[in-house]
């Protein structure tokens, strides 16, 4: 008798043990951050493992390197998380989750608008693939202390290049400031310039041309630069390959005039420069094609190879949530991609003034941002374009390649990646 | 010690005698092998097969089953140029750019490490004061990571540096050492020359060790010039150590990646971009991921290795047969 209820109370025991093992389901969140993201992303991610018992959601803070060099190798072995905040938006589609099926498309459709479209495989998709939480633009900042202390008045917003140019020459010579005009070492940052200078990118059945007369022109615009001065040697020299640099720390250190890079640094230099020196947002110059910057971020999106697909598109469409999606703005400090969020207005937990000054400049900038901006950031390949810009554009700045040389190189990179990736 | 050891061997000697009568001596050496060769067949000879079949495929799939056989097409697309002396008449330019200038820097760094290495050791060799405080000096970059030595040379090189600190302190202008090209070039042969030298020093020092002191007595003796006695004694008879130096240095050198990657990250432009840095950033830095040509490459670059191993052996047979 004995025996039978020890055996009995042994399989119950048992049969309870793998009862919880099979409601207890865990979802891993691969997870890079540059400021407070990820974290934010847990605290929120709590209350919905309060109204999900039994449902845990492993935030996996990893390097960003990680997530652009490993993730890809993991999601190609089928060994990748469940869900993951990722940049190379349309480099990724071919392992993305679609959430259509689990989700409400208006919803998301009114939310999210045309962002949805990065995620997207083609014009003909029109899954949901992710959520962009981290809407960026690139852009221009000043040191305004300088522009002060030189006696020389900002350029309006609508200026050209050229006035840029000119004032943040005169602003280092009256200052003695090393550099007047910098640009971070970047494919995705020169996109932005080269479009207002009239570059289209695509031709008119949607096929990547990347050079064209108005590209070449920024190019050829942007390497008389380097070579009179006006533009920092240090950031496009001073790497190989298509390394990404920035002027960041130069800025920071009040030894630029002028930084052409993103909405992502406010987080920076807010905490960064402080007092030292008075900063703004001036967005990015005007030419023939507009006053554009480059529209980008970073997205959650979910994988195909989830075992939990119910539960990863639950997870999104938790942040997603209006309420859950402006707290992680806020905290954060970013723009929103949301449009409710965005038209509602942030409130920027714990930003200095000048940061949320920043901020709201940076979200006067969406409206101005070219549709071939908006193509270029959903094209699939996109990040294969930005590479061979860079490459190419630093081989005509140290004088490796002419301007003319650098972008038939250019052409003939981009048809070979195309006949590679066919 | 024995008193423990003894009665386990004893425990242990029993199945082995026992496995010994069943397989014999010689299988049973393969069964103590067989983890051993498991593991690297897994980690060694498997990616190195692996990296063959890549060189056959093209396309930017990662798993071998996605990729398109393509034969030798990642082989011909390397070597597509109309004149080999002129990377921009090639069709991978950024591939031929990395040769030459591995090329360049292979003789350089070579010549620099060996003469200064010999050098060296000559000096740590006579009888000068404070001779294992120097060989500790010398010996001591050796223990540094490449990254270290790269970080190090480029807070010394950068704009604000410590060199253009001190040139301008002494009344010169400084100079922004690392954004040209030919600057460039010539601080990483000083760099890794710098890092390395003291590995090659140390083979040096015990084969100047090694030759007899009463050979150099009797030159003495004889009254030959010191530079007669370094030519007709000294060279001579390091020669065996002085080819093995020069074999490994040569090999070190072609293979040269992580103190330039992160000194320089091969620029400016592709000014320092070595074969191995074209290999891992077509392989995996860039977009698309080319691994055919990146194993192509390494193919390529691996015969240029073969050979050199093949050298060395060669110097080496030739030494033990006199």
């Known amino acids: 008798m004995k025996k039978t209820i020890l055996t009995t109370t042994m399989l119950a025991s048992a049969m309870l043990v793998g009862a919880g093992a099979v409601s207890a389901q865990e979802i891993r969140f691969m997870c890079s951050t540059d400021g407070n993201e990820c974290d934010v992303i847990g605290e929120i991610l709590d209350g919905f493992e309060a109204e999900n018992p039994g449902v845990t959601v492993a935030v996996d803070v990893v390097p960003y390197q990680a997530i652009l060099e490993n993730l890809p190798v993991q999601l190609a072995a089928g060994t990748g998380p469940d869900i993951a905040k990722v940049t190379d938006l349309g480099g990724l589609h071919e392992y993305y989750l679609d959430l259509a099926p689990y989700v409400d498309r208006d919803y998301w459709q009114a939310s999210f608008g045309d962002t949805l479209d990065w995620y997207r495989g083609g014009p003909d998709d029109d899954g949901i693939y992710g959520m962009h939480s981290q809407l960026t633009i690139t852009g221009a900042y000043i040191n305004r202390t300088l522009f002060d202390q030189a006696g020389i008045e900002v350029p309006p917003l609508e200026a050209d290049w050229a006035t840029w140019a000119e004032a943040a020459r005169a602003v280092a010579e009256a200052t003695d400031t090393p550099f007047p005009m910098a640009m971070d070492r970047s494919g995705h940052r020169i996109a932005g310039p080269a479009i207002s200078y009239g570059a289209m990118l695509f031709n008119a059945d949607g096929t990547p041309l990347l050079v064209d007369e108005g590209f070449t022109a920024y190019v050829q615009q942007f390497v008389d630069w380097h070579e009179d001065g006006t533009m920092a040697r240090d950031v496009w020299a001073g790497q190989g390959g298509s390394t990404y640099q920035d002027a960041a720390q130069e800025f920071i250190n009040g030894d630029l005039v002028y930084y052409y890079s993103g909405s992502w640094q406010v987080g920076r230099f807010d905490e960064q420069i402080g007092d030292f020196f008075d900063w703004q947002v001036v967005g990015s110059p005007c030419g023939t094609g507009g006053c554009t910057g480059m529209p980008g971020g970073a997205g959650i999106v979910g994988f195909e190879q989830t075992e939990h697909p119910e539960i990863v598109a639950a997870v999104i469409d938790y942040l997603a949530q209006e309420e859950n999606y402006a707290r992680l703005t806020a905290e954060t400090r970013n723009i929103p991609a949301h449009i409710a969020v965005a038209e509602a207005g942030v409130e920027y937990v714990g930003a200095s003034d000048a940061a949320a000054a920043a901020l709201n400049a940076w979200a006067a900038q969406v409206p101005t941002i070219s549709p071939i901006a908006f193509q270029y950031q959903g094209y699939v390949n996109n990040r294969a374009m930005f590479g061979i810009t860079v490459e190419r554009v630093s081989q005509a700045i140290v004088g490796e390649l002419t301007v003319e040389q650098a972008m038939d190189r250019a052409v003939s990179d981009l048809a070979a990646v195309m006949a590679e990736t066919q | ?322």
């Open chain 2, 1 to 322: 010690m024995l008193k423990i050891i003894s009665p386990i061997m004893r425990i242990i000697e029993i199945p082995m005698l026992f496995a010994q009568r069943r397989l014999g001596i010689q299988r049973l050496a393969w069964l103590f092998l067989l983890p051993n060769l498991l593991l690297f067949g897994l980690f060694a000879f498997l990616p190195v097969f692996l990296n063959f079949a890549y060189a056959l495929t093209g396309g930017d799939g990662i798993l071998l089953e996605d990729r398109p056989y393509v034969g030798g097409q990642n082989f011909a697309t390397l070597t597509d140029c109309e004149n080999y002396l002129d990377p921009n008449s090639c069709n991978r330019d950024f591939f031929w750019r990395a040769v030459h200038n591995t090329v360049w820097f292979v003789t350089l760094q070579v010549g620099f490490m060996v003469g200064f290495s010999l050098l060296t050791a000559l000096i740590l060799n006579r009888d000068i004061r404070a001779r294992g405080f120097f060989r500790s000096v010398f010996f001591f970059p050796v223990l540094l990571s490449p990254v270290v030595v790269a970080l190090i040379w480029k807070w010394i090189l950068q704009r604000n540096g410590l060199l253009n600190s001190t040139l301008e302190g002494i009344g010169l202008e400084g100079f922004v050492w690392l954004l040209d090209r030919g600057w460039a070039f010539a601080w990483s042969v000083f760099l890794t020359v710098w890092a390395h030298m003291g590995f090659y020093t140390l083979i040096l020092l015990a084969g100047l060790q090694a030759i007899p002191r009463d050979v150099y007595e009797a030159a003495l003796m004889d009254r030959a010039s010191p530079w007669r006695t370094f030519r007709k004694i000294t060279l001579p008879l390091l020669a065996p150590t002085m080819l093995v130096v020069l074999v490994l240095a040569l090999i070190r050198s072609v293979q040269t990646f992580d103190e330039v990657f992160a000194f320089t990250g091969g620029g400016p432009g592709s000014a320092t971009t070595f074969i191995i840095q074209y290999i891992y950033q077509t392989g995996f830095a860039g977009a698309p991921r080319l691994f055919g040509l990146a194993s192509a490459a390494s193919l390529m670059l691996a015969l240029i290795l073969v050979i050199l191993t093949g050298l060395q052996l060669w110097a080496n047979r030739r030494n033990v047969d006199g």
